[in-house]
T-cell receptor
Framework: DTEVTQTPKHLVMGMTNKKSLKCEQH?????MYWYKQKAKKPPELMFV???????INESVPSRFSPECPNSSLLNLHLHALQPEDSALYLC?????????????FGSGTQLSVL | SQQGEEDPQALSIQEGENATMNCSYK?????LQWYRQNSGRGLVHLIL???NEREKHSGRLRVTLDTSKKSSSLLITASRAADTASYFC????????????WGLGTSLAVNP
């Protein structure tokens, strides 16, 4: 099983809503990532978890709150988002959290903030 | 900016033709990876080439690395409509192992 599964695939939310994005992998990887991607742009790193601990936070606004309940799961809690936060949110994993590892990506959650 | 540059930004070819896209970077790298992304989907890893390697193959894909020119090329031979996607390079710079630096991507359209 070489899949990273993300739910939901699509999400529309208002600026006052609270929602969560979920990501799951069963490859035994110990590093998990959240990326944000705008249309026709490369992905931008948001957070890195290594062995279930947050190791990198790329100065992401506090309205995005990551959580890693266990080595297979990664959540991104969303609250009071802005329209400019509309984007494709991608989860990825790798065996360990070094930049020399190849990344396995999920299909993403297309988020629209109204 | 350390961001990689890719050219062309967009490429349109006919099925059966070869497609070549290039990635240039600023300083010495540890390795360089190529990813494919179908529209609105996640990225798929294609090939990783290390700084001491010059060429790697995977099926119809051929990646070259020229460290003297600070550039890499991805060649897709005998293209198919299913190769239509965006292609991104991503590199790790020597001495900065904190995160991947991504190129801006090449959008490839393969027409049947």
């Amino acid at each position: 099983d070489t899949e990273v599964t993300q739910t939901p695939k699509h999400l529309v939310m208002g600026m006052t809503n609270k929602k969560s994005l979920k990501c799951e992998q069963h490859m035994g990887h110990r590093a998990m990532y959240w990326y944000k991607q705008k249309a026709k742009k490369p992905p931008e790193l948001m957070f890195v978890y290594s062995y279930e601990k947050l190791s990198i936070n790329e100065s992401v606004p506090s309205r995005f709150s990551p959580e890693c309940p266990n080595s297979s799961l990664l959540n991104l809690h969303l609250h009071a988002l802005q329209p400019e936060d509309s984007a494709l949110y991608l989860c990825a994993s790798s065996q360990v959290a070094t930049v020399n590892e190849k990344l396995f990506f999920g299909s993403g959650t297309q988020l629209s903030v109204l | 900016s350390q961001q990689g540059e890719e050219d062309p930004q967009a490429l349109s070819i006919q099925e059966g033709e070869n497609a070549t896209m290039n990635c240039s970077y600023k300083t010495s790298i540890n390795n360089l990876q190529w990813y494919r992304q179908n529209s609105g989907r996640g990225l798929v890893h294609l090939i990783l080439i290390r700084s001491n390697e010059r060429e790697k193959h995977s099926g119809r894909l051929r990646v070259t690395l020229d460290t003297s020119k600070k550039s890499s090329s991805l060649l897709i031979t005998a293209s198919r409509a299913a190769d239509t996607a965006s292609y991104f390079c991503a590199m790790t710079y020597a001495g900065n192992n904190r995160k991947l630096i991504w190129g801006l991507g090449t959008s490839l359209a393969v027409n049947p």
